[in-house]
Structures are given as structure tokens and as C-alpha cells.
Nanobody
Framework: QVQLVESGGGLVQPGGSLRLSCAAS????????MAWYRQAPGRQRELVAR???????VYADSVKGRFTISRDNVKNMVYLQMNSLKPEDTAVYYC?????????WGQGTQVTVSS
């Protein structure tokens, strides 16, 4: 059974940092495109960052220069380093794995940026 388990969310002050982690129980993890999405209350889920199995990293304009996505294909992990956090980054953050017709989601982790 495929599982994506996020961790690392929490409450942080504006300007602070958090590192989200996603542990993936996927065979051939290295072949999956991995991504982080987020959904704020009353808004649609949106792409934050994507790290393909091979290719160019993609970031939402709103997080460029502040967030960094990375992956460890040995540990089956994907990370999102979030720096210079802003209140508008407040959302539930979801890990996503995609390989063709296979698309999986984690349960999400709450990130709240507030003073």
C-alpha cells in the first residue's frame, strides 16, 4: 500500500523557517515526480514546488528564492525547506507523487505563519 507521510509543520513567526519532510513508501521511488502542494482555507490547492525524477525544478512564483525542494532517492524522502516565511504561506501542505497514471497524496501537514 502506497503511503506518503508528511511531517515538520507547525507554528512559526513571520520571517522564520520550517523544513517539511515526506516519507514515501513507493517502489522505484526515483522514477516518480515528487511535489509539494498547499491549500489555504477557502482557496484551491496549488503547486508549491516540483522535483521531477529527472529535469528542471519548478517553483511557484510566490515562493521562488525562499523555498527549496530536494529529494533523497536512497531514503525515499522529499523535503521542502521554507525560509523567510510569510503569513500568506499559511496552509496545509501536501506531498504528491506522480508517475503517469499513478498519482498519490499524503494526508497533509499544517503550516501556520503568525506572530
Amino acid at each position: 500500500q502506497v503511503q506518503l507521510v508528511e511531517s515538520g509543520g507547525g507554528l512559526v513567526q513571520p520571517g522564520g523557517s520550517l523544513r517539511l519532510s515526506c516519507a514515501a513508501s513507493l517502489s522505484v521511488f526515483g522514477r516518480y515526480d515528487m511535489a509539494w502542494y498547499r491549500q489555504a482555507p477557502g482557496r484551491q490547492r496549488e503547486l508549491v514546488a516540483r522535483i521531477p525524477s529527472g529535469g528542471i525544478l519548478v517553483y511557484a512564483d510566490s515562493v521562488k528564492g525562499r523555498f527549496t525542494i530536494s529529494r533523497d532517492n536512497v531514503k525515499n524522502m522529499v523535503y521542502l525547506q521554507m525560509n523567510s516565511l510569510k503569513p500568506e504561506d499559511t496552509a496545509v501542505y501536501y506531498c504528491n507523487a506522480n508517475l503517469g497514471y499513478q498519482n498519490f497524496w499524503g494526508q497533509g501537514t499544517q503550516v501556520t505563519v503568525s506572530s
